[in-house]
Each structure stands twice: as structure tokens, then as C-alpha cells.
């Protein structure tokens, strides 16, 4: 897993990566991602709780946005509690979708917040390694995130849980960008 997130996230940042944009039914990605990861939910006995509405497309690489998700969703479920949730909302807000990642773990300490999407950084490295995880996944979503003329960002308080914005530009289909 390691040898392919460090080889996945040099052809990243190289911009050797291809996106091909389609038209996307996000809730329907969000329940595909929840399907993948339910057996990790129930062993964690965390609620995965699909709010992005019917109609919220966005215009996206699918594969790319699913990794994105899952990687999100994967650590929301991680590093949650037992009866804990992991909520995923979208909303538009002018020319930006974003979707949201929210989950009622411990949190994370405000001298973390800033380097949480470099490589290999680990708030609590212990519980990492336990958990298995290479320390690359945030860094991938950041980068990929990017590469579709996007941001991600993180907004937590530690003991509440945390939430992670994917801000994706709002764009019409059949799209052209170079990257």
C-alpha cells in the first residue's frame, strides 16, 4: 500500500495524471463510496449518513472523486468512536461545490489543523499504526483535489469531531481543462 500511495502520489504532483471530467450524480457516488467502506462502518459500529441531494451533479473525474471520498470517508470512520457518524453534505455557493465530510470522533488539536495533508503526517501516530494507513491519504486528496481546480480544507475542534470541505469549481458539461 505504501509503494502505490507514494507512486500514486508522485504522477499526482508530477501532473502526470490524466482527469477525465464526466457529469456525476453525486449522491449516487457518495452510496457507491458508503457500500465500499460498510463492513469497516459495522466493525467500527459508526453510522455512514448519505445527505447530498438527488439533484447535486457535479462535473468531475469519477475515479479521482471516489478516491477522494473514500479516502475521507475511511478515515472519518478510523478515527471515530463506537456509535459515532459520518455525515457527507454538498451545497453550492456561488461557483464552488463543496462537499462535506463531517464525523463526531475525538477531533483534532489546533496545533495540528495546518499540517494534516502534508505526507506522512500523523496526529497520533500510535493509534495510526494500529489502524494501518500509510500517512499518505490526505495528501492524495489534497493534490487531487487540486488537480480538478480545487481545495480541500479542515475545520475541527478537538473533542468535536472534524470536518473536511472539498471545494470543487462548478463547472458545465462537456468540460475542457489543462492542467
Known sequence: NLVNDISELSLIESGAVQLHFDRLLLRSLVNEVFTGLAPRSQQQQVQLHNEVSEEMHVVADRR?????????????IKFNKPQGEVVVSAATKDDVIEINVRDTGVGIAPEHLSRVFERF???????SRELGG????????KHLTRAHGGDAELRSEYG???????????????VTVSL
Open 160 to 174: 468535536q469531531g472534524c470536518e473536511f470541505i472539498i471545494k470543487l469549481p462548478k463547472r458545465n458539461f462537456p
Open 121 to 127: 503526517y500523523r496526529v497520533d501516530k500510535a493509534r
Open 134 to 141: 500509510t500517512g499518505l491519504g490526505l495528501a492524495i486528496v
Open 64 to 76: 479521482r472523486l471516489e478516491q477522494i471520498l473514500t479516502n475521507l470517508v475511511d478515515n472519518a
